[in-house]
């Protein structure tokens, strides 16, 4: 029972904040990893007897107000400790060696990622005797009522009658300097700059803000002191014999931290700043020669890191913010996108180049992907003969075969088999090999472009010049649109079935009227063919993914069929697309209209159409190898989920989604089924301490993402060109699936980003504006195919336009401009 109520630091279970709380398990996991802190023991939770709130007039849930606060505070000062803690306590004190410790709270709520409640409660120290030490644990536990800790709770929405408190006990270290150090510049959110503030004497000088501490300003690239200004020491806090601390106005001989101290703590903090992998607000005391860090907690509202970004960075942070919308699972990176980029960087080698590796892409705090950083690739020494291998590769593989190539039939089929497997009757050794096949299926899509990329590379090469030649380059991207592709399939048989809805009145009023959740319950019994025929088409594309091909834990069509239904309930409420020439068409028809075609050598215009023909495959081979790429994941997240069930069953997890939080190597454990408890509670730890980081990081950017440059004047929004063309009309920001239907003809589409699944909406849209992309993004290339403006890289569109407000778009310019009221009208 004495377990219950007293853990000695060095064995408190890892993370556990709902025993020892925040602070507590921050200090057990420094004790772990071997960091120099204080001898010492936990007062868990299970010692702390919650008040009966209704006893103080608070109701469950409720707001608790300043009056009933102080007087909850008071019964617990008040109330004896039970005896069976109160021995716990006393004896875990004995074994400490009894003398001086401190007292500190440790509150569930406290030092966790998304909030750290520092100074909400209290601490003591230079505690001495068992009497006194009893006393401070009951004060600990009353200071979670004090009014700025009710405060705090009400602000961020947490039930007062779930608030629980441990207290920590440790060693008091008779401090010659203390303060705190942030890894982190928490004013600038420079990640590369290192503060310490120290004082002489106790800490609490410095956390209370009684004095001016000592700054010190560390470069870490560089390990260099960049700024140093002295402190004054207005005060110091200092032990007093028979206990307690008292605050002198006493200026040392010595203020200034010793240079040995200001190394030491350095690389301290740097080190637990990589072991917890976030920045961290760290408090610190220096003795005898020795740092101690006393506690640690990361740092919240951190500013994002301050750049001044290049051209290019500028270009490669949009397209991976469009590339990465989603912030991705540690399963995302471990069973798809490393195998996947393992084999994109067969690709790049081929070319010369060499990827940057994962971890400096994808960069992790805590086991959860904080951040995504343009990071560009290096050349290697194949660069050299890299010219001589794509001209052999475009002579051995003609694009215009390549949906013949024997790869195309072998990743349907393998996927086909693969979606046939029976997932629910699957052994865990079986889930696991069908989530390490799924990328091996991708791997071949990769070498489909690696076979079939070099010609149509060449012939854009090519074209690109003779159109530079001919003054026509800004024919490029309609030239290149209207080919025909695996989504302009899907897109085809999406107004074949919007067609069908049109024209049955029973279908289009069942359409019109309701949601389209609400749709497949009431066409079931009355429209069996239809929902045949839509049953067909998620056979064929349901497998196409709603936003990335990177993330395997997001749904495809198959997985949310009223996306499709939604894209079919817009499609439906529309006239039918008007005939007329194609874009491509009219664009063909101007470049051949030159005189140098028209009247020049007959080889010439000849030459120029081959160019023109090979190069467009670019986009076929591109958009049908991505369709390809993705056949695998509905299976694969299918059989994740299954895992996942499986180990909420077992009480590993609380949802089959808590899953996402592990890495695929953490599920390999197929020669025992369960998993041992050992590994239970380690997986459990894990997945919860994951679901916390990613929760603490909601909010922040994954990408950094930089504007052209600020809008002035008429100018709402400046971006980077997409496709050409000037157009008016209403703003609709659309968020995701769910408001695929409020988009109307001739409104303006806005968007944070696109995929191949927002491809229909492109029809009904007079222009499009995104927040993220380039010139080769989706939402571009389909504007083009279109004939409609974009505008892309804005950064801002979708915070700063407004549903309903009147903008024109100008695709060449690559600008958003407010129309006045008289061009609104």
Not at 262 to 286: K, N, S, T
């Amino acid at each position: 029972m004495t377990e219950d109520y007293v853990v000695p630091l060095d064995r408190l279970p890892r993370s556990d904040v709902e025993r020892a709380g925040g602070k507590a398990a921050n200090l057990g996991e420094l004790v772990r990893g071997g960091f120099p802190v204080p001898h010492g023991f936990v007062v868990t939770t299970a010692a702390y007897r919650p008040p009966d709130l209704s006893g103080f007039g608070v109701a469950a849930g409720g707001s608790t107000g300043e009056a009933a606060g102080e007087a909850i505070r008071a019964a617990i000062v008040e109330a004896a400790v039970p005896e069976d803690v109160s021995e716990a306590v006393r004896a875990a004190y004995r074994d400490l060696g009894g003398g001086a410790v401190a007292v500190r709270s440790s509150a569930t709520t406290e030092d966790l990622p998304d909030a750290t409640f520092a100074g909400q409660q209290d601490t003591f120290l230079h505690v001495i005797g068992e009497q006194n030490l009893l006393d401070a644990v009951r004060r600990c536990w009353a200071s979670l009522w004090t009014a700025r800790a009710i405060d705090y709770r009400d602000s961020r929405g947490i039930d007062h009658g779930r608030a629980r408190i441990a207290v920590v006990v440790q060693r008091m270290v008779r401090a010659e300097f203390a303060g705190v150090a942030f890894t982190s510049d928490p004013v600038t959110g420079d990640r590369h700059t290192l503060i310490i503030d120290a004082n002489p004497g106790l800490g609490e000088a410095v956390v209370s803000g009684l004095v001016t501490p000592e700054h010190i300003v560390v470069d870490k690239r560089r390990s260099r002191v960049v700024g140093r200004s002295a402190g004054r020491a207005e005060v110091l806090v200092r032990p007093r014999a028979e206990g307690g601390t008292e605050q002198v106005a006493e200026r040392p001989a010595e203020s200034a931290l010793p240079t040995p101290a200001v190394w030491r703590l350095v690389r301290i903090a740097a080190d637990v700043e990589r072991h917890f992998g976030r920045p961290q607000d760290i408090e610190w005391a220096w003795a005898e020669g020795t740092a101690y860090v006393l506690q640690t907690r990361p740092i919240t509202a951190l500013p994002e890191q301050p750049v001044e970004p290049g051209r290019i960075q500028r270009l490669t942070a949009g397209i991976l913010a469009e590339i990465v919308p989603i912030r991705p699972y540690p399963i995302d990176i471990t069973a798809w996108a490393a195998p996947l980029v393992g084999s994109i960087e067969k690709l790049m080698r081929a070319t010369g180049f060499t990827g940057p590796p994962l971890d400096r892409m994808f960069v992790e705090e805590g086991g959860v992907v904080a951040r995504v950083e343009p990071t560009l690739p290096g050349l290697n020494w194949r660069a050299l003969t890299a010219p001589v291998r794509l001209v052999r590769a475009a002579r051995r593989y003609d694009p215009g075969r390549w949906r013949s190539d024997p790869l195309v039939d072998a990743m349907q089929r393998r996927a086909r088999q693969l979606r046939g497997r029976d997932i629910g009757g699957a052994t865990w050794p079986e889930l696991l090999a069908l989530l390490k096949e799924g990328p091996r299926i991708a791997a071949d899509g990769v070498e489909l472009r690696l076979r079939y990329f070099p010609r149509t590379a060449l012939a854009l090469a090519g074209l690109y010049a003779a159109l530079t030649v001919l003054h026509r380059r800004r024919l490029m991207g309609a030239l290149l649109s209207g080919v025909d592709t695996f989504t302009t399939d899907a897109n085809r048989a999406l107004e074949d079935m919007a067609a069908i809805v049109r024209a049955d009145p029973g279908l289009s009023e069942a359409f019109a009227r309701h949601r389209p959740d609400e749709l497949f319950a009431l066409l079931r019994p009355s429209a069996p063919s239809f929902l045949a025929d839509f049953d067909a088409f998620l056979d064929r594309y349901g497998h196409r993914d709603t936003t990335t091909p990177l993330l395997l834990t997001q749904p495809a069509w198959q997985d949310e069929p009223e996306v499709v239904l939604s894209i079919l309930k817009g499609l439906a409420d529309q006239p039918p697309p008007p005939a007329g020439p194609h874009p491509s068409e009219q664009a063909e028809q101007a470049l051949f209209a030159h005189p140098l075609l028209r009247r020049g050598p007959a080889s010439l215009g000849t030459a120029v159409r081959t160019l023109l023909r090979q190069a467009r495959w670019f986009q076929q081979v591109r958009d049908d190898t991505r369709f390809l790429l993705v056949l695998p994941l509905p299976t694969m997240r299918q059989a994740l989920l299954e895992m996942g069930r499986r180990l909420v069953d077992a009480g590993v997890l609380d949802t089959a989604e808590d899953v996402f939080h592990l890495r695929l190597n953490e599920l390999d454990f197929s020669a025992t089924w369960p998993p041992a408890p050992e590994l239970r509670a380690d997986l459990r730890e894990r997945a919860t301490q994951r679901k916390a980081q990613r929760a603490g990081l909601a909010g922040t950017p994954l990408v950094t993402a930089y504007p052209v440059s600020e809008p002035s004047g008429d100018v709402v929004l400046r971006g980077t060109p997409g496709s050409a063309g000037l157009r008016d009309g209403p703003v609709r920001v659309i968020h995701g699936a769910e408001d695929f239907a409020n988009l109307r003809n001739g409104d303006v589409l806005v968007a944070a980003y696109t995929s191949p699944a927002w491809t229909p909406l492109f029809r009904r849209a007079a222009a499009v504006v995104v927040d993220t992309g380039g010139v080769a993004s989706h939402a571009a290339i389909v504007a083009r195919e279109y004939g409609i403006p974009a505008v892309m890289a804005t950064v801002h569109a979708t915070t700063r336009l407004t549903d309903g407000q009147r903008v024109r778009v100008d695709g060449d310019a690559g600008v958003v401009l407010r129309l006045s009221g008289a061009e609104a009208g």
